[in-house]
């Protein structure tokens, strides 16, 4: 990015080399560039032009050449060998419309006696086979040009390089652009390396591009606007947004911002996302009286409206209006567009109204847009009385269409099936503003689009029956439905596990020669899934098979939870086996559930053979069903086989997670194997696995189930020092421990903690706080605690099994005179039952 600024800065400076330097090579092709010929720089083409008797020769040439099928014997050609020049050939090849017949001509011209191509002709056959994007030949001609040792004046060999730019022969032309130097042929000046630039900025090579400009830098050539144009243009293209800024600025410096660089930028800024800064640099120009062409406009407005900046959009329009700027159709179709997507009809009809007072006539696709936007019926009614007597049927219909569409879209069913049925020539049951309001000209039946926006809107709104009433009544008319309606009242009727309709509808789809696809089919797998009816689903699968159509994954794994929920994890084990024997292979989702059903009914055995079964068939488990094995065994107390499934996961290529080391410490936890527990924690630390809070917890319960309640409080001060904030959980879970293990006092401390925490205990904490201090023989503080029972709502009824513990400690704290008072207020104010 810093190298464009150091290099005009070094340049802008003056002193890039001492007096002496311009003795040397570099001050002779600066001398050299200043005598080029302006003409030939800007068109590639010599300055003069064919004398009277050579345009005779220019048109004889023309004629014969034209004229189909050539022929090269032909005796005109003899005597006009003589008479060709340079210039002669030039004028030739540009009155020739054909490339072929060009090339044909060059090539003849080329084998007449003491004839020479030079750069002029060479450049005119380049031009022809640029503007017709032949790239083939052009190459041909590069390697022409090379062997025949032609020499190119700057301005010329310029024009040579922007005919292979504009065919994407990017490469072509920085290589030829090294050799013709390399070998004498030409001596490039700045206007020569822009020609390069320019055809490096369409390929989007920053390196190479940056290449060039240092080396333009060292031949001492001075930058110029059509220097930095194509190097803006670049950066604008590949997304490099502080690049093309600090080029942009270095213009403005120089005074060489024009309107084609602000329209660049605008234009970038936009597909950048940056709407307004797009939009400020259009005021910019607006207030230096730069005006955008009509181009750009267009490509401005529909940039803002992909970009959703519709007020944008309208507002850029309108402020070129100002200025003379008259929108096109397609212009005018964009905003109305973007305004109906935007649900700003109001605006978009203002826009309508408009384009018509212009005399500009709004085409098809923006009545449709209007249409199908708007839900006003006398609206509505008015844009299509402007329909036009000629228009033939389809196009109206499809401006029915878009009104079905814009009451479909809103919810209006009843007037979408009033309209429908007015095209089918039937009359509603019921009265409709349609009916008096629409008048149909003419009788054109509603097509199978009618229907399907009709039954779509329908089934969206839960109108299930009426949809299927509708569908039966397209089918009197002869009007056949598509897959698309078919699929989506099969959809809807799954969802209602309306599942023997679904059947039967599937079946007449197969009769009418349509076949169900696999949304169909997964449509009805997924009502069986939810139905829980394993042989449907079973047998759907292997219709699907037959089809080539695979089952969705959700619905298998749907399947698979809800029978593992009730209990039936063999059923869904037999189910996940059906699948694979159908060529399906379940994701390992649904294998994890199933794992974790058969865990819950106890069979961890079979957990463990369907999971060494999966991973022996070359299924790879994911680390989430490797933890639901890990915490299978460790419940079931074998933690010999969680280390073997330790090792499997490394094998495998996986790493244990902090989940994984959870399971496992709580597993150890319970068994009692605290020390283990407490090693598995290192090994974390050491494999930069951080323990969390759930960590932390686990190991505090362990350690005060262990009789270890100081370990229990280091391990508490470990989880903060190391900023692990301590939830909920695990202050009830420490101060729980703490109560087990006859720390009472600590207990409450880090209760008081809790609370002003603002954190809330159960429960049972108190009551356990309860009991320890009563057993501590600390009485007043166990009021206390009784207390904030008894305000919290903690008091348990005669069925809890916390009931005895709260009246055995209401009866000691009755007898103790410290607080045998404040239990006698308590029972008088009826907050605690006598005992």
Known sequence: MELLPSLIRMQASCKLFKPCALRSLVSFKIVYYSTIDTHSQTLGSSSSFPSNDDKFVVDSLISIFTKQPFTPNNPELNQLSPKITSQVVESVLKGLNSWKNAQIFFKWALNQPGFKHNSYTYNAMASIYSRTQQSVPLRVLIKDILNSCCTFAPGAFGFLIRCLGNVGLIQEANELFDKMRLIGLCVPNIYSYNCLLEAISKSGSIDLMETRLKEIHSLGLQFDKYTLTPIMQAYCNSGKFEEALSVYNTMHKRGWLDAHIYSMLAVSYCKWGKVDKAFELVERMDNLDIKLNEKTVCVLIHGFLKQSHVAKAVQLFAKLQKAGFTGDVSVYDALIGGLCRNKEIDKAFCLYSEMKELGIQPDVGILTKLLSSCSDTSIIAKLLEEIPEHEDDETVLRLYNAVLKGYSNDGLMDEACHLLQKLMGTKSSTDSLIDTAF???????????SFSIVIDGLLKKGMLDLALSLFIDMQIIACKPNILIYNNLIDELCKSNRLEETFKLMREMKESGLEPTHFTYNSIY??????????????????????????????STLLVKELCAQGRALEACHFLSNMVQEGFLPDIVSYSAAFSGLINIHEVDKALHLFKDLCSHGHCPDLAAFNIMINGLCKANRLTEVDNLLNEIATRGLFPSVVTYNLIIDGLCKNGSIDKAMLLLSKMLEENREPNVITYTTLMDGLCRAGRPDDALLIWNEMQRKGCTPNRIAFMALIHGLCKCCKPTAALQYLREMERKKMEADQYIYVALLSALLCDLNFPSAFEILREIVDRGFLPGSHDKNYMIVRDAVLKLSKDDRTSSGIQVLIEEGKLPTC
């Open 526 to 555: 997924g009502c069986l899934c939810r139905r829980k009816d394993v042989a449907g689903a079973i047998a759907i699968l292997k219709e699907m098979h037959s089809c080539g159509h695979h089952p969705w994954i959700k619905y």
């Open 439 to 449: 008048k149909v000209k003419r009788m054109i039946l509603p097509n199978t689009a």
